[in-house]
């Protein structure tokens, strides 16, 4: 009780002292503010005020601007009237026709290989290498760095690497190499990667994740990946927040053959979610694939209100078999973050990884789940359908260094 | 939570003892310490490695400032380092002579450039300017219908059509033209780094509009391949400069400086929220520190201004100054500080705090504790808690599930805080209504005996040097001991919090 009392005090005492003196300050600045605009060209004079010499802060000085001094410019009147709204597009035109393309699993190589020539000389010389001197393996350690592995995980494994190899006398390269990758896939194996889907249940999936990681886009092939397999997903659009998000889903609701049910844009996303585990269940789909509104995982209210409809899926007849973190292969050490404030919510049942066909490997995942132990169950390694495919440790640690 | 290199560096240079000079091992043990600290902000490994030479040459050799231990005057180097890198040369948005001023949008999946091209509207809106925007990402289901929806919401019109994003973005700039639209910004598809047909595409779209400005928009959570990223779109489309979105989360946005090192441009936006209003011009200074992982006072600040009321805040600080504060105040405060997130992430952000009170692991149902006793006070006992006694505390105690002596804790450290506010109150507005604003700031450093108050006095007053005179001393050295402390705040100068309060307003 002591620390956190003095802890709270402190916190209440600073935020009252440093936001009534900010509020107050603020005041002034604004005039500052406001001097500053009228007077473009005297950017640079700080005004006196009261005795006191206020600083312009530089980026400004800068940047606002004068007004075009080019004369022969003439400004055409605000048209607002004649708005140049294009005619409703019928995008459906303009995607690709949904073709049904039978679903071939890409493999990591032929997806990655494009983006990896740059690094295929990075590590390849190390293997053919007699004997590994300190500052190759700072190398191997940067190649993980460089991997978005992150520097304490990274340190850790080269270091029992290194433990491994002198008690086993191995010195090569190749030996090296061989024994840092055996020791990834270790820290990989013994997960359970399958989806859950319970029979005689109204399954709920629900997607979660920051903003932008491609939540949206993975419902939309996962549902046509469980529809190809003979299960009757709905999907949930329960992303109320996002302009057209649910225009979004609907299109791949309607390329993927399945039933969507959404709300109003602004709306509670756990009703939209309810609604669609009722409309399951009335209609007999064996799964709901419940998006969510990305938000980032600082905000606490927007936590709150994810842990709600974690909460309410779980209502009656609704059943909550997977949690899926939906994670942006090009994220970096802010993915770790992610994963523990997510899980925290709305206990995280796995992840799935996107975008892992740019030239990011997406190695934060493995920090994650060596220490969180949140299995990758899912990787997108294109923009087909077909390229959101199971995770295989393998592949993953392979293209770690390739 | 973050290891604040600010403690690693004390530990380091503790044991220098008194010697004059930095010395290189000196140096290199520090530059250890940093080089982990970018990297775990995704500073791109080789950026760091540039970084790290620079900053070597300038430590190595540097006199020891008197004021200034050891870590505080790495930290400076290292910090002015990476504010040099990440200002430098800012943006300068100039106008075309022949409207319409073209902004191309270029970027990965997801980064955000749909609502960044909202944004960047309704900022140039803000400017007197009347921009019109141009759905050319024909690839995303539904990206056109957001950024109408958003067009609508900014009063904006929105210019697309079902063809192809060449003729879009060049048939946008003819309809620009023909109805007096003078800024064009024009949303392009998401799309890899490495796929070369798409980035052949943009680049013909780039070809056909001339854009006066190409934006890269970087997502602030990218890892080391940001720099990858970067390279690539900067060699097909020449960058002007860069929008860095989502830096309203947690990530420390190393991205921001790699992209910036590789690019040579200007981070030119960024934006700070989900609201449309919240994007502005890019602030460098704030986001070293934060690259650094020290305590980031403005965002803190930003989080308690979401959260609070502008006349409560005031009024709360106010009635603390004059000593008017109760329980039923505290409760208050603690009901906002609540909302404003978990307790552990608002501590890590106090600057200043030690390590030891950092470290505590704080679980934050442990406030309900402190909620239940001031609940089971009366009115008459929240305002005065003088009146107290052994009766009532072990009341109190038992309607709180407590026991009389964390009762009797409570009371008397908010007595501590009482008495401390009062006298920096009494402090602050005696010197305010004498000169100013400018002698405030000597109302704190009370409880503190060491002499890092004085040397951050003089720190700053070594950057600013117009503003040192005479404010070099801290006033508090001589009051009496108070056996409570506010660390938070014996770093943070009121000279600070105007500095924060400018840098806010040149942002709103």
Known sequence: ?402 | MFESLTDKFEGIFSRLGKKGRLTEADVDEALREIRVALLEADVNLTVVKGLRSRIKERAVGEGIHKALNPAQQVIKIVNEELTNSLGGETIKITYASRPPTVVLMAGLQGSGKTTSSAKLARWFKSQGRNPLMVGADLQRPAAVEQLQTLGRSIDVPVYSEPTNPVDVARHAVEEARSSGRDIVIVDTAGRLAIDEALMEEVRHISEAVEPDYTFLVVDAMTGQDAVNVAEAFDQKLALDGVILTKLDGDARGGAALSVKEVVGRPIAFAATGEKLEDFDLFHPERMASRILGMGDMLTLIEKAEQTYEQEEAEEAAARMLEGQFTLEDFLDQMQQLKKMGPLQNLVGMLPGLPKEMRDVDIDDRELGRIEAIIRSMTMAERTDPRIIDASRRTRIARGSGTNPTQVSGLISQFAEMQKMMKRLGGLGTKKAKGGGRKNKKRGKGGGRTTAKGGGRVTQKGGKRPQKSNGRVTPKGTKSNKAPLMLPGLDRLEIDDLERLADDFDARS
């Not at chain 1, 029992?160 to 006398?169: F, K, Q």
């Not at chain 1, 009703?271 to 980032?296: E, P, S």
């Open chain 1, 1 to 402: 009780m002591e620390p956190i009392l003095l802890i709270v005090i402190i916190a209440v005492a600073v935020l009252v002292i440093g936001g009534g003196a900010f509020v107050a300050l603020r005041g002034r600045g604004r005039d500052l503010e406001l001097e500053r605009r009228d007077g473009d060209v005297a950017l640079d004079t700080r005004p006196e005020a009261g005795g006191t010499v206020l600083e312009a802060p530089p980026i400004d000085t800068a940047v606002v601007e004068a007004p075009p001094i080019d004369t022969a410019v003439v400004e055409a009147p605000p048209i607002d009237t004649a708005v140049v709204e294009a005619p409703p597009i019928d995008t459906a035109v303009v995607e690709a026709p949904p073709v049904e393309e039978p679903i071939v699993r890409p493999s990591f190589f032929e997806r990655l290989g494009k983006a990896r020539s740059a690094f295929t000389g990075y590590l390849g010389g190390l293997v053919g290498l007699s004997k590994i001197s300190e500052d190759d393996w700072e190398e191997l350690e940067e190649a993980l760095i460089q991997a978005d592995v992150g520097v304490a995980t990274s340190m850790s494994l080269i270091e029992d690497v290194r433990a491994e190899a002198s008690e086993a006398g191995a010195e090569d390269g190749a030996a090296i190499m061989g024994l840092l990758k055996a020791k990834m896939h270790q820290e990989l194996e013994g997960k359970d990667r399958s989806l859950t889907l319970d029979d005689g249940e109204t399954n709920v999936w629900l997607f979660v994740g920051v903003n932008g990681v491609g939540k949206t886009t993975t419902i939309g092939k996962v549902g046509k990946r469980l529809a190809m397999e003979g299960h009757q997903p709905l999907m949930a659009a329960g992303d109320t927040f996002r302009a057209a998000a649910a225009e979004q889903l609907t299109m791949w609701a309607e390329r993927a053959g399945v039933e969507i049910v959404r709300g109003s844009e602004g709306g509670d996303p756990s009703a939209v979610i309810f609604d669609g585990v009722a409309a399951a269940a009335a209609r007999g789909c064996d799964v709901v694939l419940a998006d969510t509104a990305g938000r980032l995982h600082n905000k606490a209210n927007l936590m709150e209100e994810l842990a709600k409809v974690r909460r309410v899926a779980a209502k009656e007849p609704g059943h909550v078999s997977e949690v899926l973190l939906v994670l942006d292969a090009t994220t970096g050490q802010n993915g770790m973050s992610q994963a523990k404030v997510f899980t925290e919510a709305v206990d995280v049942t796995g992840v799935v990884l996107t975008k892992l066909d740019g030239s990011a490997k997406g190695g934060i995942v493995f920090a994650i789940e060596s220490e969180l132990g949140l299995p990758v169950k899912l990787v997108g390694l294109g923009e087909k359908v077909g390229d959101l495919v199971d995770f295989e440790p393998t592949e993953f640690v392979d293209a770690l260094f390739e």
